[in-house]
Structures are given as structure tokens and as C-alpha cells.
């Protein structure tokens, strides 16, 4: 993704001085598919349920009462499985890392109206883990990075992200540079 688009996510909208983005990342695609599988197969449950009801019940289309009951509800149940869906697609597309050649930023949005941002020099970091776990994880490469900070928030999670072994060697070569870089030459 280039430095601008990139940059517009950032908390003040800008990059510090020299700084660049090194690592711009959101949940790993299949995460996203698995929970659009799950809500089809959620609104699958409807159409199920009103094929059984009419074989059960053979006078069941001719009441005009339970067939207003059965549109009713099951538009209610519509209109949930489209907000659940509208509500994973922001949290996907609004959850996300950054790592510039200065600073770690967590973006995540949590429900459709709370949105938190955490962000951490490199200068703090202490520890760069990557975990992957299950099947399809391993399969994919996709997993969580754990970042150990010295700072208020003690822990950053990059969840469910690509190719987490290269995220973390990323940030600790980056975190290993910026303090040869800054600490080391600025006394």
C-alpha cells in the first residue's frame, strides 16, 4: 500500500519527520470468509424452518394470520443477519496495524461506535512473538504477532494477521534499528 494511502489511517493523519510505514495489515482474508459462511448458513435457517413447518403442517399457507407472523419475524431475522454482517465487515475493515520506521499503532474498532487507537515507539519494544494456531491457520500462514512494550499498554496483538513470522522479524529488526539509530548516536 503506498506511504500516503497508508498514512491517512494514521492518529494525526501524518507521518513524524522521517518516518515511514513499513507495515500497513488488517485480519487475514479467511477470517472474514469464515464469518460470512457462518451468517449464510445462519440465514439458511429461516427458509429451513418454513419448508418443515409447510410439510407439518399442510393448512399452514392458508392462514393468512401465520403467514403475516412467519414474513414478520422472518424479516426481523433478515434484517439482524444484515447488520451482523454490515457490523463484521467494519470491525474487518477498521482493525488495523501499522508498523512505521518509528512507532507501532493498533487501530481496532470494537462494535459499530467505539473505536480505540494504542500507539508505542519502537524504542519500547521488548519482545516480538508470533503464534499460529489450528489447521487452516498453518495451511493459510495466518496467526497472532505479540509485542511486549515498556510502555502503559504492556501488550499490542496483531490478530489473526498474515504471515505473522515475517510481521515479527519486521518489527524486531525495525524496534533493533531505530534504537541503533536514536539511542545509541543521540546521547
Same mark, same amino acid.
Given at each position: 500500500?503506498?506511504?500516503?494511502?497508508?498514512?491517512?489511517?494514521?492518529?494525526?493523519?501524518?507521518?513524524?519527520?522521517?518516518?515511514?510505514?513499513?507495515?500497513?495489515?488488517?485480519?487475514?482474508?479467511f477470517?472474514?470468509?469464515?464469518?460470512?459462511?457462518?451468517?449464510?448458513?445462519?440465514?439458511?435457517?429461516?427458509?429451513?424452518a418454513?419448508?418443515?413447518?409447510?410439510? /407439518?403442517?399442510?393448512? &399452514?399457507?392458508?392462514?393468512?394470520?401465520?403467514?403475516? +407472523?412467519?414474513?414478520? %419475524? !422472518?424479516? *426481523?431475522?433478515?434484517?439482524?443477519?444484515?447488520?451482523?454482517?454490515?457490523?463484521?465487515?467494519?470491525?474487518?475493515?477498521?482493525?488495523?496495524?501499522?508498523?512505521?520506521?518509528?512507532?507501532?499503532?493498533?487501530?481496532?474498532?470494537?462494535?459499530?461506535?467505539?473505536?480505540?487507537?494504542?500507539?508505542?515507539?519502537?524504542?519500547?519494544?521488548?519482545d516480538?512473538?508470533?503464534? /499460529?494456531?489450528?489447521? &487452516?491457520?498453518?495451511?493459510?500462514?495466518?496467526?497472532? +504477532?505479540?509485542?511486549? %512494550? !515498556?510502555? *502503559?499498554?504492556?501488550?499490542?496483538?496483531?490478530?489473526?494477521?498474515?504471515?505473522?513470522?515475517?510481521?515479527?522479524?519486521?518489527?524486531?529488526?525495525l524496534?533493533?534499528?531505530?534504537?541503533?539509530?536514536?539511542?545509541?548516536?543521540?546521547?
Amino acid at each position: 500500500m503506498a506511504p500516503r494511502i497508508a498514512a491517512r489511517w494514521l492518529p494525526n493523519g501524518q507521518l513524524i519527520g522521517d518516518e515511514e510505514v513499513v507495515i500497513f495489515t488488517r485480519r487475514h482474508w479467511f477470517v472474514l470468509v469464515t464469518k460470512y459462511l457462518f451468517m449464510f448458513l445462519l440465514s439458511l435457517i429461516p427458509i429451513i424452518a418454513y419448508l418443515l413447518f409447510k410439510n /407439518v403442517f399442510t393448512s &399452514f399457507d392458508d392462514n393468512d394470520v401465520w403467514r403475516a +407472523v412467519v414474513v414478520l %419475524t !422472518a424479516s *426481523a431475522y433478515y434484517l439482524f443477519i444484515w447488520v451482523t454482517i454490515f457490523t463484521i465487515f467494519v470491525d474487518y475493515y477498521l482493525d488495523i496495524w501499522i508498523v512505521t520506521t518509528h512507532r507501532i499503532i493498533d487501530i481496532e474498532q470494537k462494535g459499530l461506535f467505539n473505536h480505540q487507537v494504542a500507539e508505542q515507539s519502537l524504542e519500547m519494544v521488548q519482545d516480538v512473538q508470533s503464534a /499460529v494456531k489450528g489447521i &487452516f491457520p498453518t495451511i493459510l500462514d495466518y496467526g497472532t +504477532v505479540f509485542i511486549q %512494550t !515498556a510502555g *502503559a499498554r504492556s501488550i499490542f496483538e496483531f490478530k489473526q494477521v498474515g504471515m505473522p513470522g515475517v510481521i515479527a522479524r519486521t518489527i524486531t529488526k525495525l524496534a533493533d534499528d531505530y534504537r541503533t539509530k536514536h539511542i545509541h548516536h543521540n546521547p
